[in-house]
């Protein structure tokens, strides 16, 4: 199995000086389960190269057994240092595609051309697609065949209202995953703040938060292996 990996390029927490990017455990978690299953995995970005990693996620108390496997791993490092440019690859290359999240793709990958086409082609090739976190929030430009936002009527989650608010970002976002998941007609539903959730709908594989990574990456294996 081909697994894509796509991670923001977008750094800059709004206008408020600070730095964000990717969640590490996001990338850790997943990409240690796909790894064990076997799986050819490469990382792209808008950018390419080394994508920009959110710093608070990588402090101790973020820090998780996923993400010192991950730092402590050759190839994961290797493949990170050098992410292939996004708009150099091809779904048909690929048997599935995953998103992390982190604040970054609510800036770039929501609104990129190319990440939306991928997600397109993936599933109308009937592939399936997993995003966890912010990342759900890529899918506000995604459609079906018919021109329909891609949630609407599906079974969706993403990082809650709530959660936004106990880290202090509800005005410092360009929008709210929870608010933009309703708005374009997703059946949203969500478990405990920071607690393991995932929905799945039909090719579409949804997680809530951080510590959903695992059990969303563990649900694409089922999908891909069923």
């Not at 399936?128 to 929030?137: Q, S």
């Not at 929905?199 to 563990?218: F, H, K, R, Y």
């Amino acid at each position: 199995m081909k697994v894509l990996i796509v991670l923001t390029s977008h750094d800059q927490l709004g206008d408020t000086g600070k730095k964000t990017g990717f969640w590490l455990e996001e990338l850790a978690a997943p990409y240690r389960r796909f790894k064990a299953a076997g799986y050819d995995i490469t990382l792209a970005s808008p950018a390419g190269g080394r994508p920009p990693l959110d710093p608070k996620s990588n402090e101790p108390g973020f820090q998780t057994d996923d993400t010192h496997w991950f730092e402590a791993d050759a190839e994961a490092s290797a493949a990170l240092a050098d992410t292939v440019r996004l708009d150099s690859v091809s779904a048909d290359d690929y048997d599935t595609v995953f998103y992390p999240g982190g604040h970054g793709p609510l800036w770039d990958l929501a609104e990129d051309p190319g990440s939306r086409r991928l997600i397109e082609t993936t599933l109308r090739s009937g592939k399936p697609v997993a995003l966890v976190c912010h990342a759900p929030g890529v899918l506000r430009h995604v459609t079906d065949e018919d021109g329909n936002p891609i949630v609407a009527g599906r079974k969706v989650t993403g990082f809650t209202n709530t959660e936004e608010a106990a880290v202090e970002l509800v005005d410092v976002v360009p929008f709210l995953v929870e608010d933009e998941l309703i708005e374009l007609g997703g059946n949203y539903s969500k478990g405990p703040d920071w607690g393991s959730y995932v929905v799945e709908d039909g090719l579409l594989i949804t997680g809530q938060n951080p510590g959903s990574s695992a059990a969303a990456a563990d649900a694409l294996i089922a999908k891909l292996a069923a």
